[in-house]
């Protein structure tokens, strides 16, 4: 479906479906898609996700950007904590995820790279079931299929083990990769990392390390590296700022790193290594 009919169907079903008004839409500009929600303009920013081993860009991580508005200058999370109540917040939730793979879908090169989603928590304990069907038929009009999404979930280790189990089952039942975010953040249990039985591991900035203290990180990543591995999932280390955190990453045996070093956010997404064509005999 072209874009102008995409941005069209998806502001008509915005005003049908979750009453909104003229002024909250999505618009086409300069080649990219913005959505007007809350009294603000939002867009979207793309940060690559870089694989180690081939030092080729896998994937991207999606990202809001505040364009025009009262939060001009502010972390996009702040927007979050404006949203009255819960229905306001998943709406817009679902609303910036769908910002982002319309943007996603303009990123031609991005053939066979994947596409990194946050989902808000509260939106988790908010949604009581059948989590990921509204966004696969967002995402089904868009011509992606959830195998392309990997959705980055927040753990801060106090919500109900079984509950936040079967909410990722549910994902990973419709094909969406799960990513637990800011592993280390808030709880470094592996044991409930082993439950929730993630494909990817994010770790958290306070585990990267900075100049003059990389030692203690290069342990602890090379530790926790090891055990993710032992329970099947893949590891990326965010906030890689400097050369060393990336040779402290790489020594630690992560799969992918992640930051300004590699790569900072921006509109347009790196071109994302494809698969090898295998060699015509002679």
């Known amino acids: 479906m072209p874009l102008a009919d995409l941005v069209h169907y998806f502001n008509k079903r915005n005003r049908l479906l979750q009453g909104g008004t003229a002024d909250d839409c999505f618009e086409v500009v300069d080649g ?35 364009i025009e508005g009262p939060w001009v200058g502010l972390p996009a999370q702040a927007v979050y904590l404006e949203m009255p ?55 089904a009009r868009c011509g992606l299929s959830p195998e392309r999404i990997v959705l980055e979930i927040p753990d801060d280790g106090f919500d109900p083990l079984l509950r936040l189990t079967g909410v990722l089952e549910a994902y990973r039942a419709r094909g969406y990769r799960i990513a637990i975010d ?34 203690l990180a290069r342990r602890v990543m090379a530790e926790l590296a090891e055990e993710l591995r032992r329970i099947g999932a893949a590891v990326i280390c965010q906030c890689i700022e400097s050369p060393l955190q990336s ?25 994302v290594a494809g698969p090898r064509r295998p060699r015509e005999a002679a």
């Open 32 to 66: 990219r898609v913005r959505a007007r929600m809350a009294g603000s303009v939002f867009g979207t920013l793309f940060q690559p996700i870089v694989d180690c081993r081939s030092g080729r860009v896998a994937g991207h991580e999606a990202l809001l950007r505040v």
């Open 85 to 139: 109540d819960d229905p306001s917040l998943v709406q817009l939730d679902r609303r910036v995820r769908t910002l982002h793979a319309l943007n996603f879908l303009l990123q031609q090169e991005q053939e066979g790279g994947f596409l990194a989603l946050n989902v808000h928590s509260q939106l988790l304990r908010s949604v009581r079931a059948n989590h990921g069907l509204a966004f696969e038929a967002i995402l």
């Open 182 to 215: 800011n592993f280390g953040r808030h709880t470094a249990c592996l044991d409930r990392l082993e439950t929730l039985a993630p494909d990817i591991v994010k770790l958290d900035r306070s585990l990267v390390g900075h100049a003059g203290h990389l030692d």
């Open 247 to 271: 040779q402290a990453a790489e020594e630690a045996g992560v799969e992918f790193v992640q930051g300004f070093l590699v790569g900072r956010p921006a509109e347009q997404c790196l071109p």
